[in-house]
Each structure stands twice: as C-alpha cells, then as structure tokens.
C-alpha cells in the first residue's frame, strides 16, 4: 500500500515536470511570436515616438481587461464546473456568466470609447500632445475590442480545459500573437499605426474563435441567456474578487511606469516594453509554466487535507523554478547585447537604442528568480484558500514599486556619482535617456521584497522550505557563475572571429558563448551530483506531450 502511495506521488511529481514543459513549450512559441513583431516594429521605427504610442495605447484597455474579465476567469469558474453538477446546469451557469460579462464589458467599453480623449491627455500628456496624438486616442479606443473577446475566451476556456480539451487554449496565446505580427507586417503599410491596432483585435478573435468549435459542438452556446443567476454570479465574483484587485494593483503600476516614462526622452516607452517582453519570455517558460502546471494539484491536495503533499509538490516547484531561473538571469545578463541585438536590432533601431534596451533588460532580469516563484507561492495560497496574502502583498508590491521608481528617478537626476556609476555598471555611458532604468530597477528591487514576505508567509505555514533548498540553489547558483565567467571569456575571445556588425557575427558569438557556457553549467552539476538535473533528464525522456494540463489565463500575459 505505501509503495504504491509512493509511485501515485512519483507519477504526479513526473506529471508536474511534463506539463510544465509542454507550457513552456507553448509559452516560447508565442513569445517568438510576439518577439518577431516587436523587431519587425522596432525596424520599422527603433525607439522613437510611433512605437511610445503604439505601445501606451495598450494600457487603459488592459487595465479594462484585468479588472473586468478577471472576475470571471478560468481560476473562478473551474471550481464550480467541477462540482458534481450535471452537463445541463454547467451550460446554464456558463450562458449565465457569458451574458453577464457581454452586458458589462460592452457597457463599460462604450462608456471608455468617449471619454478615452479625455483620460489620455492626463495620463500621457506628451503622447497626446505628439503629432501622433489623434492616432494615439483613436488606437486605445481600437484597442476596447481586445478586453471584450479575450474575456470571452477565458470564460470558455474554463470549459474546453474541464472537458479535458487542454491544447485548444495552449493554442489561444499563439494565435493571438500571430494575429499582431499580421497586423505589423501586412495592415500597417495600408492603415498606417491603426492597422497594428487591427492586428491586435484580429490575434484577439483568433484566440477565441479557435475555441469555438468544441464550445458549439458540446452545446453551450444553446443555453446564452439574458437571464442572469446573481447568486451563482456573485459567488464567482466574490472568490475572484481577490485575485482581480491584485492583478490590477500589477496593472496600475505599470500604468503608472509607462506613463513616467512618456514623460522621458523619445523611445524612453519603447525601451521600457521591448525589455520588459524580453523578460516576459524566460518568465513565462520558467515561473508561469510550472505555477500553472502545479495549480490543479496543489488545489486538489489541499481540499483533500492532503497538507505534507501539498507542500511537497510546493517545494519540488521551488527547487525546479531555481534550477532553471537561476542560471537563465546569469545567461542572459551576460548575453544582453547579444540578444538585444539578435531580437530587434535592424533598420531604425540602432546601437544606442541597443545598449539601452540591453541594460533595461538586465535589470528586469534580475529579478526573474523572485518573480518566477512569486507566481508559483501566489498560486499556493489560491489553492490553499487564502486569498487575502497575494491581495495584500501584491498591493504593497505595487505600490512599492511606484515609490521607489519615482525616488530612484529623482536620485539619478540629481546625483551624477550615482548616476554614472549606474551607466558605467551598464555600459550605457555618452547614452542620452538613461534615466528610463530608474524604472526597471525599481520594479526588479520591488519583486525581491515581494518574494521575502511570500517566502516569509509561506514558510511559517510549512516549516523546512528554507532548508529544503538550500543545497540546491548553492549547487546551481555557484554552477551558474562559473558559466557566467566561461561565457564572458567566450564573448571576448570571439570578438575578432565574427563580424559584430552583422546580425549572424552577433548571432553565433551569443550561440557558441551561450553553448559554452552550458557545458559548463552541466559538467558543474553534474560534478555536486545536483539531483534536479536528473529529475530533469528522466521527464524529458517522457511522452510530455501526453501530459495534462491546465493552462495560463490571458490575464496572466499581461
């Protein structure tokens, strides 16, 4: 009985491994995707004032999005469709909510559609002012259709995933993106700054027209109804409720950031975004792909009582989010250039716009550790009903992350000691608009304190997680600077062998570096006998793909 206790807990621990790869999987195709039109834009334009606009006219729409179609995401909805409720009173609860959310967002997105003109010259005086001004405003008011369509997506991604259809939405996120890069390669020659808008509602319709098919065939559009359930509604609205105001806390802050940066020199917005979605990428591979794999299990266990499991799974998720995000923030500080450059370096964005992007980057990364785990202790107090700690320290995170940007600014604007010693540590010297990093920096020192009080909490809840990983991360953090020093000597030996002014010099000084460097980091691991790495060994031999999962809500994306 207990061995066979112990290979149930062995084939969910293998479960957890393969789902998380098959996200990550997933999550590096639409990041490539979103990466593709990011350089095709950045080409188009480098960091100038067109890409600034392009890329503020997201922020009230997702602000919309997170605070509206959250409430009824697919965290809030699967627990009730896994109740041991029949097929017909699942589809009466979907339609119930389905018309709900159509009556509120539409009402709220008409509401923002005219008085759009008279929120963004506040929030981005220098934008609207701009002679891209008019197509500023009228872009965010293009933009109101994405919250709309992504929010019905999620609601029927709660249940394509409860009826086992996993694949339809791992499928959404990538379709989204290529529906912006149609938008940036084919609709901006003919529409001008609003065909990149149509690129983004058209991504947003092919992530929830892919969904469609199995909704209509398993018969949920029959039970659309203006006939709303408000207790049922309430119900999903109160367990959401938590979840909403931390996500939008997130939200307003970067609001909050961007808008500062408009107030920056030209392309001081664009900066910001290219290196903040470079970041986005390993974080959406490492931190979200296992937070979300662990979700269904850690929620499972925990109302089962089943607690030592619980943090079992919790702590076999730490170890594995270290092992990889640990040598990816040392790999990728140390090839920042080189991966700037690989990413969007062609046509109008030039080497200045490069070494800024590069050090953005570096900051952001940083923290990637902090923010991987972040998303996966967030989700174990989900799982564990205790909503009211990710509210809270995400708000003060939040609001943390405002104040020190902003004081971090005003010390960089009136302290040249410090500020050149921040742009000869980033190599950004003889740079105009180095204030931008202010910004990242704050964010990146924001997401330690938030993991320190998570960690804290969650550890007074299951003692020993310290412990636990100790020896782990010494093994890949001391194995991780070994490859940082073998990649950097790779770097500077390979200087006269490429030419750095072409994008395949670039190209394969980063590749051989970083395939250097990863030798290195497996010789190392292998030498301290490091565990994770065999663990990581056998589930790549698995069928992964086989794997089930439950995946990310596009809230999580933003």
Known sequence: MVRRIINLLHQEIRGLHEAAYLLGVFALLSALLGLVRDRVLAHLFGAGTILDVYYASFRIPDLLFVGIASLVSVYALIPFLTKENSEEENRRFIGSVFSAFTIAISVIGIAFYFIMPKILPI????????????????????????????????????VTQVYGRFML?????????????????????????LGLGFGVVLGALMHLSIQMPFIYKSKFLSKITLIINFSELWDVIRLSLPRTIALSSHNISFFVLIAFAALMAEGSVTVFNLSLHL??????????????????????????????????????ATRHILFWATP?????????????????????????????TAASFAL??????????????IRGFYAAGKTRVPLIVNFLTAVLAIGLAYIL?????????????????????????????????????????????????????????????????????????????AVHMSLNLLDDVFDLNTFWGIFLQGLISGVLGLIVLVSSLKLLKNKEIEEVWVSIRKKFWRANTVSADQSDLS
């Open 328 to 356: 990816a923030l040392v790999l990728f500080i140390v090839l920042r250039a080189q991966i700037v450059r690989v990413a969007f370096g062609s046509g109008a964005f030039d080497w200045s716009d490069t070494r800024l």
């Open 169 to 193: 939405y791992a499928l959404g996120p990538v379709l989204y993106n290529i529906g912006t890069v149609i938008g940036a390669l084919f609709l901006y020659e003919p529409f001008g700054i």
């Open 123 to 158: 929030a981005f005086p220098s934008l609207v002012g701009s002679e891209y001004g008019g197509d500023f405003i009228l872009l965010s008011q293009i933009l109101l259709l994405q919250p709309i369509l992504l929010g019905l997506s999620n609601i029927f991604a709660s």
């Open 279 to 316: 970041h986005e990428v390993p974080l959406a591979i490492i931190g979200a792909s296992y937070s979300v794999a662990a979700f269904p299990t850690l929620a499972r266990l925990f109302s089962n009582g089943d607690k030592g499991e619980f943090f079992d799974h919790i702590l076999v």
């Open 364 to 377: 952001f990364i940083i923290a990637l550790s902090a923010q991987s785990l972040s998303l996966l202790f």
């Open 409 to 485: 600014v005003q010390i960089f604007q009136s302290n040249m000691a410090f500020q050149e010693s921040v742009e000869s540590l980033l190599r950004v010297e003889g740079i105009s608009g180095t204030v931008v990093l202010m910004l990242p920096l704050g964010y990146a020192i924001a997401s330690f304190i938030n993991i320190a009080f998570l960690w804290i909490i969650f550890g007074r809840m299951f003692e020993g997680l310290s412990r636990h990983v100790g020896v782990m991360f010494f093994q890949v953090l001391s194995s991780s600077l070994l490859m940082g020093v």
